[in-house]
């Protein structure tokens, strides 16, 4: 059984039909990845798996129990975790103060959630070193790191990441993946919002692409990154 | 409250530490309150004590606005109306209350509650109005509570510039409505048969709530400056407080932590109106004033709204700090005469200018004390 299972589901922003009858399976440990291009639904997806938006139609899964129409706390309660589109880190809050937010729907011991902060504090080294820096004097690269490390710190079994390489320069999107995969490694399931379709199939188990809310195709990133429209749409191949 | 500045090597405190490091400060609290009635008063012109007393009730109104408009940021400018509703509720328990237990509305505190000069003070150190008004106090409190929920209800949906106009109105209304009730009784006979309904549609409208006892002491005041300092501080510190600050800060990441932010928001309000409740109690009993709706208007709401946004939104020793300033500048002015008012209005133009984040920004004092003293502790590369 996947660990995440969605399937007919139908989003609309007002009268915006978003999503056409979407069908994804995430199985546990896996990476899978969605591409496509700017509106295609790809954060709206993640977006209604986390409770912050509500499908028309459709069901969301998660190890078998539907999660649909359940509000964002009860989501996150259940181990899944959202590092959203554009960061949304607490720019005038500490590093340290991030992270602590980040561990708020846990409720088991403080001994717990001190490992997994020291486990995100050793994937992102970077702030440990700017643990009590205000968040928003990070470069855009260390906020990323931020916004994946306290979302690591709910301890997810599921982790929604939206456009982890949005505005960052090719070498600290190089960082950024490499860190991902070592995530998924650890035994962390990865659901992974990407325009950057090469870096996200090259780390993916599986990939799905969206365009203009209905998924055309989905593959084997392998077979993904070597098919030619795909290619040709969105690795700028010939 | 060991681990939340020092995280990492946690030190789970005993259950005796834990005790005393959250009782020692209200003990502390207490004994500054008691030593400023007892020891300084005296020695004060009764004109800085009752500055002393102004500053103490302006500390309430910040720190407690500061939880809505500062933590949480939402933006509420109708303060001065849970003021009323408290202050309101507590003069009426007081005064009624006093009829109803003494067959009169004097004072009937003992030592801590006297508001004259302590050497002129007579009869037995505790009273029964030592009893009766905090409970009054506490019973604003909470009414004022009870309106923060219904205010704090259409804060759910609405933001910015709409939810203040929301709570300006709201504060117009709670004004109006005491404007239209009734003279106060004075006759002791017809205090005895009057029902509840009636004493509370009889808090003299328009003129004014007079005839009420003063037990607004230095002690009340800086007892519950104290109180209010201690909770918010602890909530600043705690998991609750930083759920606060990150719907301030992103409200749909706070939301996708697992927050839910619809109920904090509720919670900031009707806290925040708590307290403004309990400085409107004392506001209320203070002597030399009569509890009137034209003080508690939108002017009163403005002036601690420049006294949280002076400080510092979410800076609990900024708001602090403001309202010292705040209270102490008008004073000091006076010798403009009538040039006062703008010169004030000047200096706070200015000072925003300078200094856009407020005094101390969003931080504590402590908080800049500290990294001055470890400039570089996180070793910035």
Not at chain 1, 65 to 93: Q, T, Y
Not at chain 2, 237 to 265: C, N, P, Q, W
Request: glycine residues 12%; aromatic residues 8%; hydrophobic residues 45%.
């Amino acid at each position: 059984m996947p660990l995440l299972e969605i399937s007919g589901l139908d989003v609309y922003y007002g009268a915006i039909h978003a999503l056409r009858s979407i069908d994804l399976a995430v199985e546990e440990r896996q990476i899978v990845t969605l591409i496509g291009g700017n509106g295609a639904g790809k954060s709206t997806t993640l977006r209604t798996v986390s409770g912050l938006l509500r499908p028309t139609r459709g069901s969301i899964k998660l190890d078998g129990k539907s999660i649909v129409g359940l509000p964002p706390h009860e989501i996150v309660r259940r181990g899944v975790a959202h590092a959203p589109e554009g960061r949304g880190i607490f720019a005038n809050l500490t590093v340290d103060e991030n992270l602590e937010i980040g561990a708020y729907s846990r409720r088991d011991d403080r001994a717990a959630i001190d490992r997994d902060r020291e486990r995100s504090l050793e994937l992102f080294p970077r702030l440990r070193e700017r643990l009590r820096q205000n968040a928003g004097t990070l470069s855009g690269g260390e906020q990323q790191m931020l916004a994946i490390a306290r979302a690591l710190v709910a301890r997810p079994r599921l982790l929604l990441l939206d456009e982890p390489s949005l505005g960052l320069a090719p070498q600290v999107v190089k960082t950024i993946f490499h860190i991902i995969r070592e995530i998924n490694q650890a035994g962390t399931t990865i659901l992974l919002v990407e325009q950057n379709a090469h870096m996200a199939l090259h780390v993916a188990h599986r990939g799905y692409v969206l365009e203009v809310g209905r998924i055309v195709k989905s593959d084997d990133a392998r077979n993904l990154a070597s098919s030619d429209d795909v290619r040709k749409a969105y690795l700028g191949g010939v | 409250m060991a681990g939340t500045t020092e995280r990492g090597r946690d030190l789970q405190p005993g259950r005796a530490a834990a005790t005393l490091s959250s009782v020692l400060p209200l003990v502390i609290g207490i004994a500054a309150a008691y030593v400023l009635h007892t020891y300084v008063k005296p020695r004060l012109d009764p004109f800085y004590a009752k500055v002393l007393l102004d500053i103490g009730i302006n500390v309430i109104l910040a720190v407690s606005l500061s939880l809505v408009n500062g933590f949480t940021g939402q933006f509420s400018i109708g303060h001065a109306g849970f003021m009323a509703v408290g202050g309101y509720t507590a003069a009426t328990i007081t005064y009624y209350g006093s009829h109803r237990l003494w067959g009169n509305a004097q004072f009937h505190g003992g030592f801590l509650s006297w508001t004259q000069a302590n050497d002129l003070f007579e009869g037995t150190w505790l009273g029964g109005g030592d009893l009766l008004f905090p409970l009054a106090c506490l019973a604003g409190g909470l009414v004022a509570a009870g309106m923060g929920y219904v205010v704090g209800l259409p804060s759910l949906r609405l933001r910015g510039d709409y939810l203040a106009i929301v709570t300006l109105g709201f504060g117009e209304i709670v004004r109006v409505i005491i404007q239209r009730t009734d003279d106060v009784l004075y006759d002791a006979e017809e205090i005895q048969q009057a029902g509840l309904w009636t004493c509370v549609t009889h808090v003299g409208g328009a003129l004014g709530f007079t005839g009420l006892p003063f037990y607004t002491s230095l002690f009340w005041t800086w007892l519950f400056v104290a109180i209010t300092l201690i909770v918010a501080y602890r909530l600043k510190e705690s998991t609750h407080g930083r759920a606060f600050l990150s719907i301030r800060e992103d409200e749909i990441a706070a939301e996708a932590m697992g927050i839910v932010t619809t109920s904090y928001k509720v919670r900031a309000f009707v806290l925040s109106a708590f307290f403004a409740g309990v400085a409107g109690s004392l506001f209320a009993h203070q002597v030399g004033t009569t509890l009137n709706p034209r003080e508690l208007g939108f002017q009163k709401s403005f002036d601690i709204v420049i006294m949280v946004v002076l400080g510092g939104m979410g800076s609990i020793s900024g708001s602090v700090l403001a309202a010292v300033v705040l209270t102490v500048l008008p004073e000091v002015l006076r010798t403009f005469s009538e040039y006062r008012m703008i010169v004030y209005a000047l200096l706070l133009i200015l000072m925003m200018i300078l200094r856009p984040q407020g005094l101390l920004g969003l931080r504590e004092l402590w908080d800049a004390w500290a990294s001055r003293r470890r400039p570089k502790a996180t070793g910035a590369g």
